[in-house]
C-alpha cells in the first residue's frame, strides 16, 4: 500500500513537472542560428542593484570593441547622445534576438543623435564570433570582460553570476542619465519605448 | 487487495496516462511544429489599411467586431509568414518575399486564390510597423508581442511559413480534447524558412496545395 502511494505521489510530481516545463518563450530565436545557441533556461529576472539614477553624471569608461577601436563614453560629450545596451551573454537565446533589431534601426539613432554602444562581460573573441552570425553590425560591440564587469558593476548591474542585466542607459550630451531600463532578464525591451525615449531628449 | 487499494491503483495508472500523453504532447511540439491549424483558433484585429481590409476580403461583420479569424480570409490558401523584425534571415528575406507578393498580385490566376500575411512573434506593433516601413512591404503584418500565437505554434524559429488550404467541404467545427479546430482547414505546408526564391515558392504553393 505505501508503494502504491509513492507511486502515486511520483507520477504526480512528474505530472506537475510536464505542466511546468511547458515552453514560455521569451524569444522567437532566429533560424540563422542554427544549433548553436545555449538555453539557459528561465532565469532569475534581476539579480543587481542599480548605482545610478536619473539626473546623475553617467560613470565614464574606457573599453575596447571588437573593431579594434576603444571607446571612451566622455569622447562624445557635447557632441552625440549615448545609448548603451547591456546584454548578459552572447550566444544565448535573448541576446541573439535582440541587437540584429538595432541593427536595422540606425536611421531611428541618427535621427534623435545618439550614437549606440553594445556592453557585453564576454571577451572580445567571443563577442566577434557571435556577432558575426547577425551580419555587419553598425554599431560598436564592447567587451567589459576585464576587469570582469567593473563597467557593468559600477553602474550596478553586475548579476552575482557575472553576466550584466539587460539593460538600457541613455545618455544626453552634456553626459546625465536620462532614461534607465533593467528589464527582466528572460525578455526583450520593446523597441519603441528605446525610441520615445530618445524623442524626449529633443 | 481491498477496493480502496484498487482505486488508488486505478489513480495511479490514470496518472501514467496523463504523464505520457503531455509529455509526448510536449515533445511533438519541438520536434515537429505542425501546428498550423492552431491558427484557426486565433483572432486577429482587422488591419486599420482599407487596401489591407480588402485585400484580405474582410466583411462588415469582422470590421463592426473588430475581429477576424483565417476562415474569414476570402482566399483558397492562406500563407502565414512568422517572422520577426529581430531575426536576420527575416530580414534578409524581406525583399524576397516582397518580390513574391507581387508575383502573385500580378498573376490573375492565382492573386485571388493565394493570401499572405506575415505575423512578427515577441514584435510590439511599432515594431512591426517600423519592420513594414523599413522593407516596403505591402502585403498585411500582424503583431504577436507576448508570444501567445508563437506558443500556440510550438515556438517555431523565424522565419516559418506555414500554408494553409481552405477544403471545399464547409466549415465543421470539431471540438478537439485540447482545443477548437476547424477541420474545413488543411495545413499543407509547415516549414522554417531561408532565403526563398520568389517563382519557385510560388510553384511549391501552387502544387503542394494542389491548385492546378
Redesign the interface.
Known sequence: MRLLVTFLSLMLSVIMFDIMAIPSSGYALSDIYGDKIYNTGHLKPTDSTLKVKIGESAPDFTLNAISGQTITLSQFKDKKNVLLTFIPAAWTPVCSDQWPGYNIAKSLFDENETILLGISTDNLPTLFAWTRQMGDLWFEVLSDFWPHGAVADSYGILRTDGVAERALFLIDKKGVLRFINVSDINTRPDLGQIVKAMQDLK | MTSH?IR??F??II??C??CS??TD?QA??KEPLMGLQLSTVDFEPPDNVVHQAYLGLNRKNLSDKTFNINDINADVVLVE?F?????????DAPNMNAFFNLIQKNESYRDRIKLIGIG??N????VD??RK?YNIEFPLFSD?D?RI??LL???????FIGIKKLKNGPQTVDGSKTVLDNSLKVFLSE???ERQPEAFLQQIIKQADLQ
Open positions: 487499494d488508488i491503483l489513480i495511479a496518472s501514467v496523463i504523464s503531455i509529455s510536449l511540439q519541438s512568422i520577426s523584425m529581430y531575426c536576420p534571415h527575416c530580414q534578409k512573434v515577441g510590439s506593433a511599432f515594431e517600423f519592420f523599413t508581442p508570444f508563437h506558443k510550438g515556438g517555431v524559429r523565424t522565419p516559418y522554417s524558412g531561408g
